[in-house]
Structure formats: C-alpha cells, structure tokens
C-alpha cells in the first residue's frame, strides 16, 4: 500500500513537472550578431565622439581631456564587453559611462562655451545624433 502511494506521488510529480516545463515560456533567442555588432559600433561611436569633441570628462572630481577620457572608458568598455558581449549602447551608458564603479560618482562633461552636464546626458545625445545620422 505504502509502496503504492510512493510511486503515484512520484509519477505525479513528474507529470506536474513536465506541464509546468510546457507551459514555461520559450528560452529569449541570443541576440542576432548584427544586432551586437550595431551596438558595438554605436559604443565605439560615442567613445570616439567624447576623444575628437574638444570637451573636458570629469570622473571623481577630476577633470580629463577627451584623449584620457577615451582610454578610461575604452577600458571600462572592454571590462563590459567580456561580461556582456550583447550589451547595448544604452547599457553602456548606464553602467559605464554615467558614473563611477568604484566611488559611485557621476561623470559630467563640460564643453568649450557650454555649461557642465552629466555624462549620461552627453552620450544619451551624441547617441541620438548618431543613430539619426545613419
């Protein structure tokens, strides 16, 4: 009897497994390589875009000229990149370019004739003008 009831609570548990693994929703596709490969050049974009545009990048109270800023955030790009190949230029702006990892201080951006701004709103443009440019 005993015996019984052991293997009818099994094959229920099985079978209540199986429904539940059915009715799971299907596992998220990877993302398509070209879309990796936009979000990298986008990245790589505004990265270039900080070095050529003439402004100054302050990371933890210190002011940077555009060529030191591109390295530390290259830096801080391929950091990302081998944890989060897929990463969009969105991510990277939120978690790479927008504020310290390790004091948690935002960046700011100021630029020659204009007032400071944060750093997540100076990518968040240069990507706009970016994607509209395409």
């Not at 990796?36 to 302050?58: H, K, N, P, V």
């Not at 100021?110 to 709103?121: D, H, I, L, Q, T």
Request: hydrophobic share 40%.
């Amino acid at each position: 009897m005993m015996r019984r009831l052991l293997v009818g609570a099994c094959a229920c548990a099985c079978v209540l497994a199986l429904a539940a693994q059915a009715a799971a929703p299907p596992a998220r596709p990877a993302a398509k390589p070209a879309d990796a490969d936009t979000s990298q050049r986008e990245i790589e974009g505004l990265i270039a875009a900080l070095g050529r545009s003439g402004c100054s990048f302050e990371r933890n109270g210190e002011w940077y000229d555009g060529a030191r800023a591109r390295t530390h955030l290259g830096r801080k790009y391929d950091y990302l990149r081998r944890r989060d190949p897929a990463g969009s230029a969105e991510s990277f702006i939120e978690r790479a370019a927008s504020r310290s990892s390790t004091s948690g201080r935002a960046y700011h951006v100021r630029c020659p004739g204009k007032p400071v701004e944060s750093a997540s709103a100076w990518f968040h443009r240069q990507l706009r003008d970016l994607r509209a440019a395409r």
